[in-house]
T-cell receptor, first 116, second 111 residues
């Protein structure tokens, strides 16, 4: 079964550093998403991306965050200057087309980001 | 603001028991409600519900939606230790792609 692949599985970074989280969505999917889950809290939506642009973003997704699809396969989330409160599990997800949104996204296994 | 509340937050049962997990929601322009199972990491999709009263079933798992009372239940019959996980409920509103999740119900099935 096709998978969404995320790398690295765990990243430790110093406060103030930039990090890039990488995702390879399912190859024929067109919609891409980032979510995060702070330990013990809910899964929260960050951003959705379609047709090479952001289609929706939450209030969490401020200027320190950016997303990019640099080539035909990768989808990245950049956090420019990490803060302690950015420590969380970051999930990438993808979906094929708008109808498939009705059947749920496919999530990746996540990147655990620890900011020290 | 869209809201999803799941109950109970945690549940411990013995193998063979039947469990019912609850999800209530408040969302403007409701489109769909989804259930996910989260074991170690990635949430895996279970069901998507859009219409009231129609039961979705997959093996020992089933789910139903009540759009009048704004809730859904997830039933698991004859539980097995492999059912131990966090079960997440999420809602999606029309015109939006984001899912709003509840805190989840942590189910532990003991042998």
């Amino acid at each position: 079964e096709p998978e969404v692949t995320q790398t690295p599985s765990h990243q430790v970074t110093q406060m103030g550093q930039e990090v890039i989280l990488r995702c390879v969505p399912i190859s024929n999917h067109l919609y891409f998403y980032w979510y995060r889950q702070i330990l013990g809290q809910k899964v929260e939506f960050l951003v959705s991306f379609y047709n090479n642009e952001i289609s929706e973003k939450s209030e969490i997704f401020d200027d320190q965050f950016s997303v990019e699809r640099p080539d035909g396969s990768n989808f990245t989330l950049k956090i420019r200057s990490t803060k302690l409160e950015d420590s969380a599990m970051y999930f990438c997800a993808s979906a094929k087309w708008s109808r498939e949104l009705n059947y749920g996204y496919t999530f990746g296994s996540g990147t655990r980001l620890t900011v020290v | 603001e869209d809201k999803v509340v799941q109950s109970p937050l945690s549940l411990v049962v013995h193998e063979g028991d039947t469990v019912t997990l609850n999800c209530s929601y408040e969302v403007t322009n409701f489109r769909s409600l989804l259930w996910y199972k989260q074991e170690k990491k990635a949430p895996t999709f279970l069901f998507m519900l859009t219409s009231s009263g129609i039961e979705k079933k997959s093996g020992r798992l089933s789910s139903i939606l009540d759009k009048k009372e704004l809730f859904s239940i997830l039933n698991i019959t004859a539980t097995q230790t492999g059912d131990s996980a966090v079960y997440l409920c999420a809602v999606r509103r029309g015109g939006s792609e984001k899912l709003v999740f509840g805190k989840g119900t942590k189910l532990t099935v003991n042998p």
